[in-house]
């Protein structure tokens, strides 16, 4: 049985973070969403649990619990053998290859598999929607129903009308 650590922030979780989790949920025999328990974040961990949890509800072999400390470590205590990311871009690209390395030089059994994002996802980011967000434009379309709702709780409900992203 192939076990598979999916770790992010998850703050909150995007159509294009479900879009890797159901793509990784056809390739292995588990997946695990690991969340990090940073500070400062707009949703607590707990919510972010509850968001994802619901998210992925369809998804009989996706699981998600928070953690904290080093990627590699959670994911011997779950017992995953591989580590599930999103890629989104060149510079993205980058950034998770660094990564990727220093994960295999401190867990060598682990494997690093890299899923490239669907392009109608390829602009989603978490920070981004909690911008739109924050200055209420309508994010639902980007996320999925119940975490936009949360959004609406948190900041308002989106102001629909003519103004563009951006000013």
């Given at each position: 049985?192939?076990?598979?650590l ?5 703050d909150p ?5 479900l879009d ?7 390739l ?11 500070q400062?974040?707009l949703f607590?961990?707990e ?12 998804c009989p072999n996706?699981?998600?619990a ?8 959670y ?15 060149v ?9 990727a ?12 598999v890299?899923l ?7 602009f ?5 929607i909690?911008?739109l967000?924050?200055?209420?434009h ?5 996320v999925?129903p119940n ?6 709780q ?7 009308g ?5 000013g």
């Open positions: 049985m192939t076990i598979a999916y770790p992010g922030g998850f979780i995007t159509n294009g973070h890797i989790v159901q793509r990784a949920a056809g292995f025999d588990e997946v695990v969403i690991g969340i990090y328990g940073r400062r974040q607590t961990v919510e972010r649990l509850e968001l994802i949890r619901e998210a992925t509800a369809a996706v699981s998600a928070g953690f904290e400390g080093l990627v590699v470590n994911a011997d205590v779950v017992g995953a053998q591989v580590l599930v990311r999103g890629i989104r871009a510079t993205g690209f980058e950034t998770e290859f660094d990564m390395l220093m994960n295999k030089k401190i867990a060598p059994h682990l494997e690093s890299f490239m994002s669907g392009h109608e996802h390829l989603i980011s978490a920070s981004r909690r911008e967000a924050a200055l209420r309508p994010v639902d379309d980007l999925p975490v936009a709702q949360a959004l609406e948190k900041f308002g409900p989106p102001e629909r003519g103004a563009s992203a951006g």
